[in-house]
């Protein structure tokens, strides 16, 4: 049977003078220390670092009874447990975390999603980061509060919540929002359920019982192949926000539908060719879903126009836009007002109506070198997916085999 016990150890002295108080966990004669968030000094200790101020005995004594409780819920358990797995069973008890004394955990839903998007934006995930955002917002925008149990997210919930998301007339969103939020109710649930352990802390599902809305299918983003050579022959008069948004658009189609966060962060180029890892899906992915795309003539001018000459990344964008958002807002397009009333929106929305595609975005261009290599050029399925860096290899036989960019450098040739 594991034991407990409140320890102050003389070594753990801060600066302060104060000690933090620590369990100790005794199980098949091993121990193991876990800290609390008790702070104490020598006016609370006798001489031999007991405790001896009533307030924190009487709060020691009852984190000991609910660890002790934890394990006897769990008994059958103990003898295949290590004190390691003791210590992982009563960690949130000795840290205070969102669990009251009936063992009922607790998680503002809200909260959790913020820290959640936060980690999306650290590993360059913007894109994502943003979307589960909004999907937040909706949620908050339903339950007219800024904090939601994670309790509260039942099926009913979920389903009164899409039917929110309609009548509000974001007919498109009723199926993204809800699979945003499904997400992050599923890594809350990764983090705080130990199945293994048979600690479920959250215990609902809800998005098993409903089927969640199709979104619409999305508008056609390829471009034909004579619509791309307009945009890379036009000689018209531009605005310098089209002008400049032609460029990257250009940029992106003749590096093989690179995107903007990459253009954006990359920082090497070397040896005729530019390498990264793709920011979408590199956290995802056990080879960092590294690619490297061969620098053709044809990219050579935009690429000394737009070089960084720091050196510290390859292109210069981030020099001139502060985050990946306001440089992809100044290529697709931003709608600014002038005198008079007027409205100008530049950018690829400019271009796209002088070369006959009013829809025109930054993201057309990586479609379009897709389906012209497929449709036009005879390039395989297979080598369409390598060259956009959709997926790693997953056969046994693969795992033996170094990556070939040459196959990405002859689909592009031909494109």
């Known amino acids: 049977m594991a034991t407990f016990k409140a320890m102050v150890y003389k070594h753990h002295r801060k600066a302060d003078g104060t000690y933090n108080v620590k369990i100790r966990i005794t199980h098949k004669s091993v121990k193991r220390n876990l800290a609390t968030n008790i702070m104490v000094d020598d006016r609370d200790l006798t001489r031999s670092l007991r405790v001896k101020n009533q307030k924190y005995i009487d709060i020691l004594e009852d984190m000991v009874r609910r660890c002790r409780k934890k394990c006897n819920e769990h008994a059958l358990l103990l003898g295949d447990m290590t004190v390691d797995d003791v210590a992982r069973l009563v960690a949130d008890i000795v840290a205070g975390k969102r669990e009251d004394a009936g063992g009922h955990f607790e998680l503002d839903f809200v909260k959790y999603s913020s820290d959640h998007v936060a980690k999306l934006r650290k590993d360059g995930r913007e894109g994502t980061a943003e979307l589960r955002e909004k999907s937040v917002k909706s949620l908050i925008k339903f339950v007219g509060r800024d904090t939601i149990s994670v ?214 261009a990586r479609h379009s070198w897709a389906t012209i290599a497929r449709n036009r050029c005879g390039v395989s399925k297979d080598d369409v997916s390598l060259s956009l860096n959709h997926k790693e290899n997953s056969s046994v036989t693969d795992t033996y085999l170094e990556k070939d960019w040459s196959l990405i450098d002859r689909a592009n040739r031909k494109v």
């Open 151 to 364: 309790h509260e997210i039942t099926s009913k919930f979920v389903r009164n919540w899409i039917e929110f998301i309609r009548e509000s007339g974001a007919t498109s969103a009723a199926g993204i929002y809800p699979a945003n939020v499904r997400a992050i109710l599923n890594a809350a649930k990764e983090e705080f359920n130990d199945e293994d352990m048979e600690i479920i802390r959250i215990s609902l599902s809800p998005f098993k019982k409903v089927a969640l809305p199709k979104p619409p299918q999305r508008k056609r983003r390829a471009l034909d192949v004579e619509v791309v050579q307009k945009i890379f022959a036009y000689s018209g008069e531009l605005s310098r926000s089209a002008a400049y948004a032609r460029d990257v658009f250009m940029l992106s189609f003749l590096l093989v539908g690179m995107n903007e966060v990459d253009l954006f962060t990359c920082t090497d180029c070397s040896g005729g060719r530019i390498t990264y890892r793709r920011a979408k899906t590199t956290g995802r992915r056990t080879d960092k879903a590294e690619i490297s795309i061969k620098v053709e003539p044809e990219v050579s001018a935009l690429l000394e126009k737009y070089r960084d000459v720091t050196g510290e990344r390859v292109f210069s964008f981030y020099r001139q836009y502060d985050s990946v958002k306001s440089f992809s807002s100044a290529v697709n397009g931003i709608k600014q007002k002038l005198k008079g009333g007027k409205t100008h929106t530049g950018g690829l929305k400019e271009l796209g109506a002088l070369v006959g595609a009013p829809e025109l975005i930054f993201y057309a």
